[in-house]
């Protein structure tokens, strides 16, 4: 069975700071996603990460992927207010029928 | 259309009728998943429909859950005799076979059972 880790589950940083959350997956998969969530809102896909060494930039975001560590990192600089959302990963499984596993979420909280 | 649509957005029922949730998917995109979010929680799997073939329901949590997908078009997650533990949102995403692409989720339907 697919488990995904996140950590940490809270997060509260002053803006300007930077910070890393870290996705921690049990099988082999070569797919992970990155999704934020607003408070009431649906999920906004960030990345999707395809290999091992992806890395990916959007603003002051990035994740990247070791497929080997079966770790993911989703790294914050300089942070802002509009970054607070709950952010998660989700894992790909490699079998057949593949569907997302996803971890319990991380929520940011940016202050000023 | 240009999203996933999940109608309705909001549903309260009393403990014991049955509810009925639909999603449209993007047009072309042949799978079509269901998750379950509880308050505070991540997303719980449901059930994945891939084209014609036969769904994967592995993750419906009772015989009370049920869904159904016409094609590659239209499903409806069916929950009989609701509970107050089924209280939560139910999201509805959808992908391309070619999963590179990432999912598309749906605004999701907030179900509270009284």
């Known amino acids: 069975e697919l488990k995904v880790e996140q950590n940490p589950l809270f997060l509260s940083m002053q803006e300007g700071k930077n910070y890393t959350i870290y996705c921690n997956y049990s099988?082999?998969?070569?797919?992970l996603y990155w999704y934020r969530q607003d408070p009431g809102k649906s999920l906004e896909s960030l990345f999707v990460?395809?290999?091992?060494?992806a890395v990916k930039q959007e603003g002051r975001l990035m994740a990247s992927l070791d497929t080997k560590a079966r770790l993911s990192t989703l790294h914050i600089t300089a942070a802002v207010h509009d970054l607070s959302a709950t952010y998660f990963c989700?894992?790909?499984?490699?079998?057949?029928?593949?569907?997302?596993?996803f971890g319990k979420g991380t929520m940011l909280l940016v202050s000023p | 259309g240009a999203g996933v649509s999940q109608s309705p957005s909001n549903k309260v029922t009393e403990k014991g009728k049955d509810v009925e949730l639909r999603c449209d998917p993007i047009?072309?995109?042949?799978?079509l998943y269901w998750y379950r979010q509880r308050l505070g929680q991540g997303l719980e799997f449901l059930i994945y429909?891939?084209?014609?073939?036969?769904?994967?329901k592995s993750g419906l949590p009772s015989d009370r859950f049920s869904a159904e997908r016409t094609g590659e078009s239209v499903s409806t997650l069916t929950i009989q005799r609701t509970q107050q533990e089924d209280s939560a949102v139910y999201l509805c995403?959808?992908?391309?076979?070619?999963?590179?692409?990432?999912?598309?989720f749906g605004s999701g339907t907030r179900l509270t059972v009284v």
């Open positions: 047009s072309g995109h042949t799978a």
């Open positions: 099988t082999t998969s070569d797919r």
């Open positions: 989700a894992v790909d499984s490699n079998s057949g029928y593949s569907t997302l596993t």
């Open positions: 429909f891939q084209g014609n073939s036969a769904p994967d």
């Open positions: 990460l395809l290999s091992n060494g």
């Open positions: 995403a959808s992908s391309l076979v070619y999963k590179n692409y990432g999912y598309t």
